[in-house]
């Protein structure tokens, strides 16, 4: 045998086939769509709880994420539910093709129930703090538990806290005076349900996705109820709506026949999910990129106006209000049944007139006008900083929030510089959110971790980080891409919460391609030359073992299969 003085990488004998995996601990942040989906491609899908010993840390009571911490009225989904459920745990029985949020949450625990992700995950437990050790290579974590501060440590940490912090930190609109209202302010994203809304004057603050979807909801039953919005939005039919009834974008159910025919004929709802996701995936080409498709941008513009008109025909004022004029998608188009229509109703005004402040009693604008009202509803979204809810300090100090302050920056939405053995999954820059079918996104990221996860296990590694100059020369060119992008138009959008100068677009939200650009990305080869690795010795090649496959170890086993492939009958000589 050699010695250290012989060669540095002299190193004992690994009595162990080729690639033997040791065990590692993985810890992941968030029970939603994303840490399920970690959970199953781990637990079922890869059978590697032999050797991957892995905790979820969900500081809420149940799974669900997003669709857990929010519950305002009206919350539904604004895509079809068919293309907005996971591939591991389709459902058939979906009450409506644009599902609400409550039948969401309840699908979510029923998909977490059949595969007992309780096991794997404990609840209402806060990681309030993720600190690299480098000397033993691992995640040094703390964790809040009601009054327990809980130490735990680990190889791998991911991420999966979602694109908006939703369930951390609603943004309050920054107006003078909301503290001082003496009726109750509510948020979208912090819903009081012991609320009563029932028979009150009602102001609605924002105009987004969640802004349209309660205003619509609540003015059935207000007094009164005034819309507050600071710019126009594209109000649009609801995704995909050709694949309604009557091609009108109307929500509608499913018959029971529908349902019964799914679960008899599975290739038929797979058929039909194929259908909306091929539908979606193909809006980058269609509407987004600039270099592609000109007409049918011309054309998808036109037919926005035109609709909006139509729909605001009986009060033809409101259309000049609410009719933007960026480029549809430059910010999320705003599907909303029966929006439209509601902002017609006696009991409803529309201001756009800017607010000066918030009194005891109502609203006063900067005109001077004031109104009082009974309830103030906040509906102006989510912190877009991507700084995740925890304290993340990497390899030699470095914070998280301090690299995320002014231009936060990944590497594919997912790793991060000086982060070793780190993934996020929807809380990191550049995320897929707005590209096509994200739950096809977030399958393919945990694939690309468990494959991570298990080149560490095993060619004994002791930590992978992505290099600081890969992840500066990988924003530097994306902005070449998303300057190219309807997302790169002028107007308000928490897609662009960056730095924007010459080199710099500002877009921090969203990735830069169409979905199957990021696929091809992450099924390809690892990359390696893109990170900086440590490994368990000093010999990198120590992995290699006694010289012996694992396949060579059985008797049993055919150690000839490689020649069924190779073998060209039909080139016989």
């Known amino acids: ?3 250290y ?3 540095p990488y002299c190193v004992p004998f690994d009595n162990t086939p080729l690639r033997t995996s040791r065990k590692i601990r993985l810890v992941c942040a968030g029970a939603g769509f994303a840490g399920l989906t970690l959970a ?11 050797l991957v010993d892995f905790t979820i840390y969900e500081r809420e009571k149940g799974v669900g994420g997003t669709w857990l911490v929010n519950h305002y009225p009206g919350l539904k989904c604004d895509v079809p539910i068919h293309a907005y459920n996971l591939a591991w745990a389709p459902k058939h029985d979906w009450t409506r093709f644009y599902a609400t949020g409550p039948e969401i949450l309840h699908y979510i625990e029923d998909a977490a129930r059949k595969f007992d992700m309780d096991e794997y995950i404990q609840f209402e437990s806060k990681v309030v703090e993720a600190a690299w050790d480098e000397g033993v290579g691992k995640w040094k974590l703390k964790v809040q538990k009601g009054e327990q501060l809980i130490e735990d440590e680990c190889d791998i940490f991911v991420g999966a806290t979602g694109t908006q912090r939703q369930a951390f930190q609603p943004n309050p609109p920054e107006i003078p005076g909301l503290q001082s209202f003496k009726g109750p302010v509510l948020h979208t994203g912090n819903w009081d ?3 009563d809304c029932r028979n009150k004057k009602i102001a609605v603050i924002g105009n987004g996705s969640s802004g349209v979807q309660v205003f619509t909801a609540l003015q059935k039953e207000s007094e009164s109820i005034t819309h507050y919005i600071r710019s126009p939005t594209w109000i649009s039919l609801n995704y995909m709506s050709q694949y309604t009834r009557n091609g009108d974008g109307q929500n509608f159910e499913f018959n029971e026949e529908e349902k019964a025919n799914f679960k008899n004929h599975p290739e038929e709802l797979l058929a039909y ?3 909306l996701e091929d539908t979606s995936i193909r809006l980058f080409k269609n509407l987004i990129f ?44 705003t599907p909303a049944d029966g929006y439209l229509e509601a902002l017609q109703a006696p009991n409803v005004t529309l201001v756009n007139t800017p607010i000066e402040a918030v009194t005891p009693t109502g609203i006063r604008l900067r005109d001077g006008k004031e109104t009082d009202y009974d309830v103030i509803v906040t509906a102006t979204g989510f912190v877009n900083n991507r700084v995740i809810p925890w304290t993340m300090r990497g390899r030699d100090g470095i914070l998280m929030d301090e690299l995320f302050k002014e231009n936060p920056q990944a590497y594919l939405s997912i790793c991060i510089a ?3 053995n780190y993934f996020a999954i929807g809380c990191a820059p550049n995320f897929p959110i707005a590209n096509g079918p994200v739950l ?3 399958s393919w990221i945990c694939d690309y971790i468990v494959r991570w996860t298990k080149k560490i296990m095993s060619e004994d590694i002791k930590t992978i980080c992505v290099k600081q100059d890969v992840v500066e020369a990988y924003n530097i060119y994306i902005q070449e891409i998303l300057r190219r992008t309807a997302w790169n138009k002028e107007c308000n959008s928490w897609y662009k919460t960056g730095t924007k100068d010459e080199y710099r677009t500002g877009i921090t939200a969203i990735y830069p391609g169409s979905l199957h650009h990021l696929r091809e990305m992450l099924v390809c080869d690892l990359r390696g030359e893109d990170f900086d690795f440590t490994y368990r010795s000093s010999n990198e090649f120590k992995f290699l073992g006694n010289g012996m496959a694992e396949v060579d170890l059985d008797d049993a086993n055919d150690l000839a299969f490689h020649i069924d492939e190779a073998y060209k009958l039909e080139n016989m000589i």
């Open 1 to 3: 045998m050699g010695s």
């Open 418 to 420: 000086h982060m070793p």
């Open 290 to 333: 600039d270099e592609t498709c000109p007409e049918v941008k011309t054309e998808f513009r036109k037919t926005l106006t035109r609709v909006m008109r139509e729909r605001l025909q009986s009060q033809p004022g409101l259309a000049d209000k609410l009719l933007p004029t960026f480029q549809p998608w430059c910010r999320r188009l």
């Open 273 to 275: 999910r194929k259908k």
């Open 5 to 7: 003085q012989y060669s």
């Open 440 to 442: 096809s996104a977030i």
């Open 40 to 50: 199953y491609k781990i637990v079922y899908e890869n059978k590697l709880t032999d």
């Open 193 to 195: 349900d012991t609320a």
